[in-house]
């Protein structure tokens, strides 16, 4: 699958679907801290909701938080 064929309702919500994590220099450690700090955010610093809404569990998430030094504040 190609990133142009990744349905937009999938896409959508991470941003650009078009857009290559090499060209825009981020490497996929970074990708994914940025993803788990929208989903901290949005769930108001619940861990639980976040890895819920990540569809991950709070142990995989609070190891990824540690490993990319991000802390659950809100």
Aim: aromatic share 6%.
């Amino acid at each position: 699958m190609f990133p142009d064929e990744v349905p937009y309702s999938i896409a959508a919500p991470w941003g650009n679907s078009s857009t290559d994590a090499s060209v825009t220099g981020q490497g996929l450690r970074d990708i994914e801290a940025e993803v788990i700090n929208k989903a901290i955010v949005q769930a108001r610093g619940n861990v639980a909701q976040a890895a819920r809404a990540l569809g991950i569990s709070r142990a995989t998430l609070w190891r990824r938080m540690r490993e990319a030094g991000l802390t659950a504040r809100r």
